[in-house]
């Protein structure tokens, strides 16, 4: 069997073959847990990841990201908007 994943970063390709390779055809699908990041002035998104939009009224996209950042969950907000967060548990927290 070949696995083929063209255009498509490393960890998601990883991710979606662990899920191709599960053999229980009873798996049960789980909820999503939830974020350990909550705002009430923007979006909480998941898997940051290059090309996505960073701000939710300008069209400025990730270009390149550190190793340690793929995959964070994020906040999405207007540029010029404060920021206001609160983190549920330990988390490292990247502010820019």
């Known amino acids: 069997m070949k696995v083929s994943f063209p255009h498509v ?3 998601q390709a990883v991710i979606s073959a662990i899920a ?4 229980d055809t009873k ?3 789980t909820q999503q847990s939830s ?3 909550k705002s009430t002035n923007g979006t909480v998104e998941s898997w940051l990841d290059t090309g996505d939009g960073l701000f939710a009224d300008e069209s400025i996209q990730a270009v390149s990201l550190p190793p340690h950042l793929y995959g964070a969950t994020w906040l ?3 540029r010029n908007e404060a920021a206001t967060v609160q983190v549920t548990e330990a988390a490292d927290v990247f502010l820019a």
């Open 20 to 23: 191709i390779a599960a053999l």
């Open 9 to 11: 970063p490393s960890a």
């Open 76 to 78: 999405k907000r207007k």
């Open 35 to 37: 974020s350990i990041l």
């Open 27 to 29: 798996s049960v699908v």
